[in-house]
């Protein structure tokens, strides 16, 4: 377990499940995580501080909770908007497995639990909400984000958010100077010690 982290592929660790209660889209659910994953004990204050500063979900369309964990961002998503289809991806197969778990107990069935390589490749998306994976290191990162973030649609927007000591200030420029002249980045909102990055496809 030493050398194994929330971005292995399939978690050697032997599987121990916990029950947490969260809030999640204004009301309080019990639900299931595990070790050998991302905040298995409670929604980590990025994506606290990423769900309290975002707007809305869209109401309909492929909309993408990037590197989703057992899936507060996704399983929120897909609480506020029902008739929207939502792609919770990640690499490590025992968060999908719970994200598919957590769907199932509130009834949820409009969310794809699956690998970055099972979504199709003409899909483009109405937001991209992530708290990504910093810690895979930067050429993964910037190797992820020029994946995914081009496939917004036009006239929508990605929100990330960044601890600001694991270099969201140097990530937003590297996103300024990468993406496409129809791309603006902006600060949204800081707080707790992170950064909310907007990327406008205009």
Request: hydrophobic share 40%; proline share 8%; glycine share 6%.
């Amino acid at each position: 377990m030493a050398h194994e982290h929330y971005f292995s592929e399939i978690p050697e660790s032997q599987l121990k499940y916990r029950q947490i209660s969260v809030p999640l889209a204004g009301q309080t659910y019990d639900l299931t995580t595990s070790n050998g994953i991302f905040s298995p004990e409670r929604i980590d204050i990025g994506t606290q501080v990423l769900l309290a500063n975002t707007p809305p979900t869209p109401p309909g369309g492929n909309l993408l909770d990037l590197g989703c964990g057992w899936g507060p961002i996704a399983l929120t998503m897909a609480l506020e908007s029902p008739h929207a289809t939502i792609w919770a991806v990640d690499i490590n197969e025992r968060a999908l497995e719970l994200v598919r778990r957590n769907s199932e107990a509130l009834g949820i069935t409009n969310i794809n639990a699956v690998r970055p390589s099972d979504v199709p490749t003409d899909i483009g998306f109405m937001t991209i909400r992530s708290n990504p994976p910093i810690r895979v290191g930067k050429s993964e990162l910037h190797a992820m984000l020029r994946h995914w973030l081009p496939r917004l649609v036009p006239d929508s927007d990605a929100w990330l958010v960044v601890q600001r000591n694991l270099g969201s200030d140097s990530l937003q420029r590297w996103l300024e100077g990468t993406l496409p002249a129809e791309f603006a980045v902006t600060r949204a909102a800081t707080n707790k010690g992170y950064r909310v990055l907007r990327v406008r496809h205009r």
